[in-house]
C-alpha cells in the first residue's frame, strides 16, 4: 500500500519516502510520466551512390508489433525508446541560436545508428554509396488527423571507403 501511494501524481505522497533511508525499500517510479508523449518518430534515411542516384527513404528504425510475452521480456524496447528519446532531443536543438546541429552529441547518435543501419541492409552495395541524409519525422501515432511532420534533415553525410563519416 505504500508503495502504491507513493507512486500517487500528488506529490504530498511523498513524504512517506524519508522512512526509506536507504531508497530501495520504496521504489520511485509513476504509473504516466508528468507529461506523457503525444507524438511518436520515424526515423527515415536515403543513400546517394556513387553515380549520383539518390535511393527512396527507408526506415532506420521500427516500431515492431506487441506481443503478450514483452509484458515481461522485451528488451528490443531499449533500443526503440533509444531512437525516440535522440529524436525527441534533436527536435529540442533544431532552431536554437548558438548550437550548430551536426555538432552536438544527439546528432552524432543519430548519424552513427544510421550508419550501422546502412552496413546491416545496403552490405552487397556498400561500395557504391557515397553518403546519405537521415530525416526526423513526428507524428502522431494511430491519430491519421494530423499530418506527419518533418522536424529536422540532415545534411548529406559522406562515406569513406571504410564507412565512417
Known amino acids: 500500500m505504500v508503495t ?3 507512486q500517487h501524481p ?3 505522497f511523498d513524504r512517506l519516502r524519508r522512512y526509506d533511508h536507504v531508497g530501495l525499500l520504496i521504489p520511485n517510479w509513476r504509473f504516466f510520466a508528468p507529461e506523457p508523449a503525444r507524438h511518436d518518430f520515424h526515423l527515415l534515411f536515403r543513400t546517394l551512390s556513387v553515380t549520383d542516384e539518390e535511393s527512396p527513404w527507408k526506415a532506420a528504425s521500427r516500431i515492431h508489433e506487441r506481443k503478450w510475452r514483452q509484458v515481461v521480456w522485451f528488451p528490443g524496447r531499449r533500443q526503440e ?3 525516440f528519446d535522440t529524436c525527441n532531443e534533436i527536435v529540442g536543438v533544431v532552431g536554437k541560436k548558438d548550437v550548430k546541429i551536426v555538432d552536438t552529441a544527439v546528432y552524432r547518435l543519430l548519424r552513427d545508428f544510421v550508419i550501422r543501419r546502412i552496413r546491416e541492409e545496403e552490405d552487397e552495395r556498400h561500395a557504391a554509396i557515397k553518403g546519405f ?7 502522431s501515432g494511430h491519430d491519421d488527423s494530423e499530418d506527419p511532420q518533418y522536424a529536422f534533415i540532415s545534411p548529406f553525410v559522406p562515406l569513406n571507403s571504410a564507412g565512417i563519416a
Open 4 to 6: 502504491l501511494l507513493s
Open 10 to 12: 500528488l506529490r504530498t
Open 81 to 83: 525508446k533509444g531512437v
Open 133 to 139: 541524409q537521415f530525416l526526423v519525422v513526428q507524428y
